[in-house]
Structures are given as C-alpha cells and as structure tokens.
C-alpha cells in the first residue's frame, strides 16, 4: 500500500527511475528512515529515495526540483541533532545514500581510497586494513554512520586529536547539487589552489548545500605498534595533566586521549553487559590513551611506562590498567563506545556538544556541573569525550525516576546554562555534531551578523527554493 502525497507525475517517473528497491512509499517501509538514533524526533516523509549510482540521484533530485518537493539526505541515520529526518509535514523525500556502497579504489602510492558515500565508515576501515592501511576517523556509531553522512557532519571523534576531523581527511569529492548537476571536485591532490575549495564547502553542511555521492579519503600506514591504558585520575584536569604529560614527551605518539567522567563510566559498567570497571575501585575520573606508531620496536610501551610510573609517583594517576592484547584493547575501547548507548539506556539525555580551549575545560566542567545541579536538582551530569582535541560531551541525564517528558520539555533551558558558559570561555554550542535541527535556535546569538548572512546567502545562490534539508542549521521564521 502506497502512502504517498507525491504528484502522480513524479510518483511514476520516480518509480521507473529506481525501481521497487529504490522507491519506498509505504509507511511502514519508511518508518525507519523517519525518527533519529535519539528518538527526538518523529517526522514524516513523502517517499524514501534509494539510488544506487551518482547518476540517478541526479536525476532523482532534478525531478524533486522540477515538482518543488524537498529532500532530506540520510546515510546512516546517527545524526544526535535530527539533522537526517524530515518535519512531519509528510511533503519531503529522504534520499538515502545506502545503496551507493562500492568501494572504488585505494591507492598506495597516494595512500588514497577513493569510496562511495553510503559505505559504512566500519566497512571502509575494514577494507584498507586489509591493504595494510588505516582510515584514521574512529567514532561510536561507525558501524552504521557512512561516509556520506561522516563528510556532511564533518564528523570528529577519537582520532581527532592526531589526524584532525573529517574535513582534513577529504581530498576529494563529487556531489549532486540542489540543482541536480554533478559536482565533480574528485582531485587526489594534497595541493590544489585553484579558487574557492568547494568540497570544504560541502562538508560540514548537514545536507542543506547537495548530496556527496563519492570521496577520495586520505589514509595512512597501519601503525605496527599501539599501547593503550585505561587511567583513573582525580579529576578533568589530572586528565589534562596527564596529557600533557604525554604530549611533553612525544605529541606524534598520540593518536587517542579521551575523558571519562565517573558519573559516565558507572552508567556503562551498570547498564551495558560485559563492560564492569577493568580497576580496582571506582573513581571520579579516566583518561583512555592510546599511543600508535609506524615502527615496530618497543619505544611505545617504555614511553608508556615512563609517563605512567612518573604519574604514580606524583599522585597524578591512582590507578591504570595496560592492554596486553589487542582483545584487551578492544574491551576498554569498547567501554568508552557504550557511553553513549549506557546514556540512551538511563533514560531522557541533554548532549551538549562543547568545546572549549584545552585550558579552560576544568573551569567549564565545574561551573557548568554546579549550574545544572540547582537547575534541576537529582540530575545526572555525566561528562565524557575527546578531552585531547577539546571537545567535551557535558551530557545530562535525567534524575533517576523522573519523568522523561518533562525533563526534556526544559531542554533548551540546560543548553542555554550549560552555553552561556562556553560563550564565556571562547567555546563552540557544537563542535561535532552539528546543528541539524536541534540547534538551529542557537544560530542567531552564536553565529549572528555577517557570519550567518554569509552562510544564508550561499544557500540562497545554490538552493533558491530551499528544497535541500529545509529546517536544518538555519532557524526558520
Ligand atoms: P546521518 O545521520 O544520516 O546524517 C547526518 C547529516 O548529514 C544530516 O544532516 C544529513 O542530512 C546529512 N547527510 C547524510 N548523508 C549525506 C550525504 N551523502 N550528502 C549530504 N548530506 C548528507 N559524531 C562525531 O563527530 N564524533 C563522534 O564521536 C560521534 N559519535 C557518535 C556515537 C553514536 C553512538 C552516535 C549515534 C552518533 C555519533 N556521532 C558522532 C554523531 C554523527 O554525526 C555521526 O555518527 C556521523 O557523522 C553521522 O553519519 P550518518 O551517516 O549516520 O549521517
Ligand atoms: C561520542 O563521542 O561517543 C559521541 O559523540 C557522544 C555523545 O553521546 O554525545
Ligand atoms: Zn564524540
């Protein structure tokens, strides 16, 4: 049964288009692509668009224009904004790049994988490990978000510190614009200063500028050694320390440096199976580090003991846990990646998505905690994330037996206390996530003036209908 508002005329051209697999009216069949990972949002969607080449997304997307029917681009749906689902007005289409999963080429001697968008970052991994290369991007959701989704979000993660975020691993790209033309920018070049580096403008923009259809990613040589250890610290700033304390010693080792607070860690070690706390005894906070390099001599594993011996002895490390084993390093990996599945799991969550300058983090994490808790006494105020490159995920998470409606119904009252902080130490609203539709309030007091009017009149130049993820980054009226 068909569920669709779409005009007859673009129903059947659509239809002949991409065929059953790549047309999907039914509600029942679309239900999926209409809520987020969070379950914020539950919007509704005239069809969900399923092409399988650059070609008939073109196409596809030149037909919508033609009807003035918008389109929501998806890859993975993990979007923590809503910035992947359609409102619930039911007129817009989802295009959703999972059928576009071919990887096309690595190359060794650029050290470049050249991948469809909707290949899954797990699956791209996977692929150059196997040619003994690394896609240096390591994030939570990497087993479902795509590279397609990873480009539009200009995604971070647990690598940033050492490789940078998404943006700076893009070397290439083709995308079908608002339009339906193909932009084809899919150069291999580490220098190319030929005008304006218009894949940069494609990335980061949530969908609202055209639809990456395939990327040239940068990679690079496996590293043959790691050491990884699990640390418990007295607070954020013995992690910043500690960190320090690495980064004196050898700042290109570190390829990882991440933040537990020990509200978080207690909620993953009750709520997720198989991850109890590896330490003796609970503590206030952890650092996850990991060290890699090209070489395979044992210099990480004494750089590693030095900084942690030195650390003991001063008090700054209580205790610690070294992986042995590449299964052992999994597992306390796999304790920082549930974080965000234990939080789902203890029920209604506010992320703030911060960043702030590495120094301030200990003064931000300690006024934002203090102003939450007489905001709304019995809340949960479980930091954690990549404390390394600043970004700091101050998640709240509602008191134990509240009501999950109304917690959230003070949503933007926790985001404004918890930004009025950032903004007073130099920070981002959103330094991974993105704005999606959650955050688009906040756009006019952070991004006002010349710098929002820019970004609205190049949507205006590309998009004049404002058919492209309409709702998304930019407050509507
Ligand atoms: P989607 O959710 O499908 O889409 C995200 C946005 O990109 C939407 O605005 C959508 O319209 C647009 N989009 C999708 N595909 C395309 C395309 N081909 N062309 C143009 N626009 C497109 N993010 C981080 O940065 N770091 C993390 O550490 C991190 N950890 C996460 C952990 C979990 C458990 C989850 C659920 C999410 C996490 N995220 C993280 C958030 C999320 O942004 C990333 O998973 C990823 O960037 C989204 O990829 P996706 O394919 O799921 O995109
Ligand atoms: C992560 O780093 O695990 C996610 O970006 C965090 C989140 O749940 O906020
Ligand atoms: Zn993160």
Redesign the pocket.
């Known amino acids: 049964m068909s569920d669709t508002s779409l005009p007859p005329e673009l129903y059947t051209a659509l239809a002949d288009l991409l065929g059953p697999s790549g047309f999907l009216t039914n509600s029942t069949d679309t239900a999926s692509y209409c809520t987020d ?1 969070r379950m914020l949002y539950q919007g509704k969607c005239a069809a969900v668009l399923r092409p399988a080449t650059t070609a008939d997304c073109a196409q596809a997307v030149t037909l919508c224009v033609q009807h003035g029917v918008p389109m ?9 904004v809503g ?2 689902t359609p409102d619930e007005s039911g007129k817009a289409v989802v295009i959703s ?1 999972t059928r576009m999963n071919r990887i096309l080429n690595i190359d060794h001697a650029d050290l470049t994988m050249t991948v469809e ?1 909707g290949v899954t970052l797990k699956a791209a991994q996977d692929a150059a490990l196997k040619e003994g290369l690394m896609l240096p991007l390591s ?3 990497e087993g ?3 590279i ?6 200009n ?4 690598n940033t510190v050492r490789y940078g975020n998404a943006r700076e691993l893009a070397l290439g790209l083709e ?1 079908v614009m608002p339009d339906g033309a193909v932009l084809n920018v899919m150069r291999k070049l580490r220098k190319d200063n030929t005008g304006y580096a218009l894949r940069q403008l ?1 990335i980061g ?3 609202t500028l ?4 395939t990327a040239v990613i940068q990679l690079q040589p496996q590293p043959r050694t790691r050491e990884t250890a699990l640390c418990a610290v007295p607070n954020a700033k013995g992690a910043l320390d500690l960190f320090a304390a690495f980064r004196k010693q050898d700042p290109a080792a570190i390829q990882a440096f991440e933040y537990m607070s020990g509200t978080s860690m207690g909620l993953v070690n009750a709520l997720i199976d198989n991850c109890p706390l590896p330490l003796s005894e609970p503590a206030a906070a952890y650092a996850l580090v990991e060290l890699a390099s090209p070489r395979a001599d044992d210099s990480l594993r004494t750089l590693m003991e030095e900084v942690l011996g030195a650390a003991f002895e001063s008090g700054l490390v209580s205790d610690a846990v070294l992986a042995e084993s590449e299964t052992q390093r999994q597992n306390l990996w796999m304790i920082r990646e549930e974080h ?2 234990a939080q789902k799991r203890a029920g209604a969550s506010v992320k703030n998505d911060v960043s702030v300058p590495l120094a301030a983090i200990p003064e931000f994490i300690e006024k934002a905690t203090q102003a939450c808790e007489a905001l709304i006494p019995g809340i949960r105020v479980a930091p954690f994330g ?1 404390i390394g490159d600043g970004n700091i995920h101050f998640n709240l998470v509602q008191p134990e037996g509240a009501d999950p409606k109304g917690f959230l119904a003070q949503d933007h009252a926790m985001m404004d206390t918890v930004a009025n902080i950032v903004r007073t130490l130099g920070g981002s609203f959103s330094a ?3 704005v ?1 539709q959650l955050k688009t309030y906040m756009m006019p007091s952070w991004r006002g003036g010349a710098e929002l009017d820019s970004m609205r009149k190049i949507k205006a130049a590309l998009d004049p209908q404002n058919l492209m ?1 309409p709702g ?1 980054i930019f407050p509507t009226a």
């Open positions: 990972w929501v681009p998806q890859g993975g749906n993990t979007s923590m910035g992947a790049t968008a994030i939570s959701s479902s978000a795509d397609g989704g990873i480009l539009a979000t995604a971070g993660g647990n995308a494609l923009s949530e969908g055209g639809i990456i259809t965000a599945e990549h991974e996530h993105g999606g993820n998304k």
